[in-house]
C-alpha cells in the first residue's frame, strides 16, 4: 500500500518533547453524526459515513501523528472541549487516561485528553478528576454507535469499551505506537 508521506501523519509531532502535551489532528468535531476519517494513503479527509443514528459524538475524535495502533493505523485520540472544531484542526491535547476498547475483535484502544490551551480544562491532569457522568456518556456511545449500522448492513459490529486506564496505561500504549510507526515507516523517524 502507498502512503502520502507528505501528510500531517507523518510531518507533524507526536507531541512536545516529554509527551506531556500530544498532537491531535481532528477528525470528527464533537456533535458531529459525520463520520470523517483521514486517509494515509491520499492525505485527506474522506466522509466515511453519515452515522446511521442521531446520536452526536460527544467529544472531538481524531489521530496522532507519527503513531501506529494494533488495528493498522493511527492511534486515536479524543478529547474534551468547550466547543467544537472542525476536521483537520490541529491541536494540542494533554492526556490523561485511556478508553480500551474492542472494535468487532480489534484492539482500538483511543487516548482521551483535555485540550493543552483551554483555561477551563487546566485544573484536569488525570481521569479521575473528570466526572463519572462524561465517562458514562463516552461509554455509552462508543457501544451502541454502530448498533443501527450493524442491522442495515447485516453482520454483526460488535463493540466494547472494556476499562479506563489512567494517564501511565495511556502512555504505555502511546510508546508502543510510536514503535509500531518507526518499525512499519522506518525512513519517517
Given at each position: 500500500?502507498?502512503?502520502?508521506?507528505?501528510?500531517?501523519?507523518?510531518?507533524l509531532p507526536v507531541?512536545?518533547?516529554?509527551?506531556?502535551?500530544?498532537?491531535?489532528?481532528?477528525?470528527?468535531?464533537?456533535?458531529?453524526?459525520?463520520?470523517?476519517?483521514?486517509?494515509?494513503?491520499?492525505?485527506?479527509?474522506?466522509?466515511?459515513?453519515?452515522?446511521?443514528?442521531?446520536?452526536?459524538?460527544?467529544?472531538?475524535?481524531?489521530?496522532?501523528?507519527?503513531?501506529?495502533?494494533?488495528?493498522?493505523?493511527?492511534?486515536?485520540?479524543?478529547?474534551?472541549?468547550?466547543?467544537?472544531?472542525?476536521?483537520?484542526?490541529?491541536?494540542?491535547?494533554?492526556?490523561?487516561?485511556?478508553?480500551?476498547?474492542?472494535?468487532?475483535?480489534?484492539?482500538?484502544?483511543?487516548?482521551?485528553?483535555?485540550?493543552?490551551?483551554?483555561?477551563?480544562?487546566?485544573?484536569?491532569?488525570?481521569?479521575?478528576e473528570l466526572p463519572?457522568?462524561?465517562?458514562?456518556?463516552?461509554?455509552?456511545?462508543?457501544?451502541?454507535?454502530?448498533?443501527?449500522?450493524?442491522?442495515?448492513?447485516?453482520?454483526?459490529?460488535?463493540?466494547?469499551?472494556?476499562?479506563?486506564?489512567?494517564?501511565?496505561?495511556?502512555?504505555?500504549?502511546?510508546?508502543?505506537?510510536?514503535?509500531?510507526?518507526?518499525e512499519k515507516f522506518?525512513?519517517?523517524?
Amino acid at each position: 500500500m502507498q502512503y502520502n508521506k507528505s501528510g500531517p501523519q507523518f510531518t507533524l509531532p507526536v507531541g512536545n518533547e516529554d509527551l506531556s502535551e500530544l498532537t491531535m489532528l481532528v477528525e470528527i468535531p464533537k456533535g458531529s453524526i459525520n463520520k470523517y476519517e483521514y486517509k494515509v494513503e491520499t492525505g485527506m479527509f474522506h466522509l466515511d459515513r453519515v452515522m446511521f443514528q442521531q446520536t452526536p459524538y460527544p467529544v472531538e475524535y481524531g489521530l496522532i501523528p507519527r503513531t501506529w495502533d494494533e488495528d493498522n493505523d493511527m492511534l486515536d485520540i479524543m478529547s474534551l472541549v468547550s466547543h467544537h472544531t472542525f476536521p483537520g484542526c490541529i491541536m494540542m491535547v494533554r492526556p490523561i487516561g485511556v478508553m480500551v476498547f474492542e472494535d468487532s475483535g480489534e484492539v482500538d484502544d483511543k487516548i482521551i485528553g483535555v485540550p493543552a490551551e483551554d483555561i477551563r480544562y487546566a485544573h484536569i491532569r488525570n481521569l479521575s478528576e473528570l466526572p463519572q457522568h462524561t465517562l458514562d456518556e463516552i461509554t455509552f456511545f462508543f457501544e451502541r454507535y454502530k448498533t443501527i449500522q450493524a442491522k442495515y448492513k447485516g453482520k454483526e459490529l460488535k463493540t466494547v469499551v472494556k476499562h479506563w486506564g489512567d494517564e501511565a496505561k495511556a502512555r504505555e500504549i502511546l510508546h508502543k505506537a510510536i514503535a509500531r510507526f518507526n518499525e512499519k515507516f522506518p525512513e519517517q523517524k
